[in-house]
């Protein structure tokens, strides 16, 4: 397998001002991270609130610039990309958002929404992008009559596969999936999670894939990455990391998931 | 049994529709059990609690039903008596630990309003060490320093602290926890049901645990109500439901679950079909 992503030595430091007179405290979202993903593979952030994986996330997607470090994507240093080689990384590189909710506009249509990535980086003919969009919806499960509907009209797994529609309309190598289910019942997200398998292979992609969720990793990853405090502290495949755990930080949360056990 | 609850229908109305949320739903709490109530949203768990609580506002209606608390049907009691007892035999965690703690007022003036209310004699220093106790009991770091501290300097799981401090300020007969964990990360979530345990035993409190995550009710639980579309459709001891599902819906609803040793890697999951009618299976169970 070729190496997709390359990060070297990634930091983000945010300077926090505590006052007119007072030193500006440095928080350390991110501190000196390395890592490598692959391509076609289910690359898996773990950790809980404020460890930084979502801050990685948004550095991936060039959301935030790093405050130091590299991150390669194809070979390439994209942190040194102009205007027009970022076009192009962000058509490779998509992103599915937590909240299904706050993360589509409600005054647009369906098919507006899934639409507006090809309308800005295509030069197809209306009719031509809402046939891509239909196809698309079709590959989502969401049917061809709902094109016109807002999203209020749908559930909360409806709307995931809306945003799952608009990363893909762009026929993405990455997609960053930053807590895709955590907002959805366990039976929706079953059905979001089944989804996401079928595209991965369909399409023949690669997903970077954060989550708090030890169970759903473990389901759906290849290799995991274990973030505490803005550090790796321990990454491995997944067989690796459930059967062996090494650090006392991934053994403390694999014994904090309630389990089922009877 | 603490608290029965009989036939219990709360309706929802709007202009031309009558939404019946929790529909003619029975069960009951023993002393110093933990009964969790599981479903998806929508499911009318949460409707099942403010009904127990007296919370139910318009265009909501506690149309029928018993809701028997030591012996008294609290449906037939006055508002007045309701306040006397909410906060002091029955008290209440909320999921948000975030939006339920009053931004503008200080932790421990919080809390000492419980006391204010339910333990009027109380001097203030007396009130004073209860809330340090409090304090103490959630195992909550500097009680002292904490109580005159505002929320938003508090952590997530440290302010979940203060709620399960609050709710048990006066020894309450019955906890209600409305998803008291589901915001937290795991491994304060883990600490906070550890701590609900500890005070079950040692104060004999009863939990009314409502939760959508089966991990949790597998930790917590004695008796399991499972709700689909306002209905019970299975009631279980913890164990029975995990090892012997009965209803297709539990069925479905246990299977949904990505679980470790049980479920093949990347293989796909079984899922609660939403174009079906679970409720149509409820007859030949009972």
């Keep these: ?262 | 049994m603490l608290l029965e609850i009989k036939n219990l229908l709360t309706c929802f109305y709007s202009d031309d529709d009558v939404n019946r949320a929790v529909d003619t739903v029975s069960f009951s709490i023993p002393q110093g059990k933990t009964v969790c109530v599981v479903g998806e949203s929508g499911s009318g768990k949460s409707i099942t609690s403010l009904s127990i609580m007296g919370l139910i506002e318009k265009p909501g209606k506690i149309v029928s039903g018993e809701i028997i608390f030591e012996g008294i049907d609290l449906l037939k009691q006055s508002k007045k008596y309701l306040r006397s007892i909410r906060g002091d035999k029955i008290a209440m965690i909320f999921q948000e630990p975030m939006t339920s703690l009053n931004p503008s007022y200080t932790v421990g003036y919080q809390l000492d309003e419980v006391l204010r209310l339910h333990q009027k004699d109380l001097n203030k220093k007396e009130r004073y060490e209860r809330v340090i106790e409090g304090l103490e009991l959630v195992a909550m770091p500097y009680p002292q320093e904490k109580y005159g501290e505002y929320p938003f300097k508090l952590s997530g799981g440290q302010r979940q602290r203060v709620m399960i401090a609050m709710a048990m300020m006066c020894e309450p007969k019955l906890l209600i926890a409305d998803e008291p964990t589901t915001a937290l990360d795991v491994t304060i979530q883990a600490q906070v049901l550890d701590l609900m345990r500890k005070l079950q035993r040692e104060k004999g409190t009863s939990i009314l645990f409502i939760t959508h995550d089966l991990g949790v009710v597998a930790q917590m639980a004695d008796e399991v109500v499972v709700m689909y579309r306002g209905h019970v459709v299975e009631k279980a001891t913890a164990k029975e439901l995990f090892t012997n599902p009965k209803h297709p819906y539990t069925k479905a609803l246990l299977n949904s679950i990505p679980s470790p040793g049980k479920v093949q890697r990347k293989s796909k999951l079984d899922t609660v079909d939403e174009n079906v009618d679970y409720l149509q299976f409820s007859k030949e169970i009972r």
């Design chain 1, 1 to 262: 397998m070729n190496t997709l992503f390359e990060i070297k030595n990634l930091k983000k430091h945010y300077e926090v001002n505590k006052g007119l007179f007072a030193k500006p405290t440095i928080i350390k979202a991110v501190n000196d991270i390395s890592f490598e993903v692959k391509k076609g593979e289910v690359f898996s952030i773990v950790g809980e609130s404020g460890c930084g994986k979502s801050t990685t996330a948004k550095l991936l997607m060039t959301i935030e610039e790093p405050t130091s470090g590299e991150i390669f994507f194809e070979g390439k240093d994209i942190t040194k990309f102009n205007k027009e080689e970022l076009r192009e990384y962000r058509k490779k590189v998509q992103i599915i958002f937590q909240d299904p909710y706050s993360s589509l506009n409600p005054r647009w249509k369906v098919g507006k929404i899934i639409a507006e990535p090809l309308k800005l980086n295509s030069d197809l003919s209306a009719k031509e992008i809402k046939t891509e969009v239909l196809a698309i919806m079709k590959k989502v499960g969401l049917e061809e009559d709902w094109y016109d509907r807002f999203p209020h009209q749908f559930s909360g797994g409806q709307r995931q596969r809306i945003g799952i529609a608009r990363a893909l309309i762009l026929k993405p190598e990455v997609i960053i999936c930053d807590e895709p289910v955590s907002a959805l019942d366990v039976s929706i997200q079953a059905q979001v999670l089944n989804l996401l398998l079928d595209l991965q292979k369909e399409f023949n992609l690669t997903y970077i894939f954060i989550s708090h969720d030890l169970g759903v990793v473990e389901h759906i990853s290849d290799q995991i990455t274990v973030m505490y405090f803005g550090d790796i502290v321990e990454a491995n495949d997944v067989e690796g990391l459930f059967s062996n755990p090494q650090h006392d930080y991934t053994k403390q949360l694999l014994s904090a998931i309630p389990t089922i056990d009877f």
